[in-house]
């Protein structure tokens, strides 16, 4: 019997194919202390026990975006082990907190397929869910991966494009669960900006920058079991011409990080509208990001309303260089140095009346 895990191939998918990813895994504390000192991450939700005492949630929740690199590191083994690179992310909605002891299993569906026409790969859709222990779901997302061939020559099946929303909608956002003591983070940044001090069309230009590390995103990719050659594989990168690519969710990691100055007062990632890689990352790139407030959505809360915001991520160059260029054609234009494009919705606690 063969025992070789190779993972699948372009050819291997069909739309409708369902995938139960192995194997479930629980968080811990000790992966939330990972991950800070992976990113230096300081939002205050996750800082400590008391502050989200104080701002009424009964438990510390981890963070938004370890819980979903380690729900999307479960689906690389059967969707993208044999990837040349992810693409891109739409309609990501975080349903609930996780905590730490919760445990995550994750399914995908394949929705859509495009053979390239070089027919040495093609571009495999997925969307994927995590559930907790007790059956919740507590994320979703659709995400796009370009998928080498096994064989060039190989037939595939006809070409499906799904349809993507280019905005999660208020209506279908989680709102967190939060009570009007969410107000009181203020006391805890420092920072008195809130949802009602922010307007569309601002730009943030945040002032830190980080340099990736081979042992930061290598530790990275491994804490999130993402299994992919591309990102563990040396001598095999190199046999291409190339070197290890620096994971995508590291680097959406990093500048949400880098953003905290500047939006010290928010609570959690809602929805991911939308993202590219743009441009690769390596070994000894410096991160910098800027953002801009695209639009402000009513939750219909009086404590809380929602930021849409699109951040874009540069290597080796000050964040204040950042242009947000319009989409051309459906798609932006950006240089070389550009390597994350993101459009994501957090909540963020508002005066009111």
């Known amino acids: 019997m063969q025992k070789s895990r190779s993972g699948n191939f372009f050819e291997d998918f069909r739309v409708g194919m369902r995938i139960r990813h192995a194997t479930p895994r629980t ?55 044999n990837a040349v690179a992810n693409l891109g992310y739409a309609d990501v909605r975080f349903l609930a907190h996780v905590y730490p002891g919760d445990t995550l299993s994750v399914d995908s569906e394949v929705i859509g397929l495009k053979e390239n026409s070089n027919r040495r790969s093609g571009v495999v859709y997925v969307r994927s869910s995590a559930h907790n222990q007790h059956g919740e779901a507590v994320l979703t997302w659709i995400r796009w991966v370009m998928v080498h061939k096994r064989d060039h020559a190989a037939a595939c099946a006809e070409a499906v494009l799904p349809a993507t929303e280019p905005v999660v909608l208020a209506a279908r956002l989680w709102h967190g669960g939060y009570s009007p003591s969410v107000r009181e983070i203020c006391g805890m940044t420092g920072v008195d900006d809130l949802w009602e001090d922010y307007a569309a069309g601002e730009r943030l230009d945040h002032p830190g920058a980080m340099t990736v590390n081979d042992s930061d995103h290598s530790i990275a990719t491994r804490l999130y079991q993402n299994t992919a050659r591309a990102h563990f594989d040396g001598f095999a990168m190199a046999a291409k011409g190339g070197q290890r690519l620096v994971y995508g969710g590291h680097i959406i990691s990093l500048c949400k990080a880098l953003s905290y100055d500047g939006l010290e007062n928010a609570l959690s990632i809602l929805a991911i509208n939308g993202g590219s890689h743009v441009n690769p990352t390596y070994a000894g790139d410096t991160i910098a990001c800027a953002t801009q407030v695209v639009a402000k959505p009513d939750l219909g809360l009086a404590h809380v309303g929602a930021l849409r915001l699109r951040t874009i991520g540069i290597k080796n160059a000050a964040a204040s260089t950042v242009v947000f260029a319009p989409a051309a054609a459906g798609k932006p234009a950006h240089p070389a140095n550009v390597v994350l494009d993101l459009d994501y919705t957090i909540a963020m606690p508002r005066r009111g009346r």
């Open 27 to 81: 968080l811990t504390e000790g992966d939330r202390s990972l991950y800070i000192g992976l990113t230096g991450s300081r939002v205050a939700l996750g800082t400590a026990d008391t502050n989200a005492a104080q701002l009424g949630l009964a438990r510390r929740p981890l963070e938004d975006l370890l819980v979903f690199n380690t729900a999307f590191g479960k689906t690389v083994p059967d969707i993208s082990l």
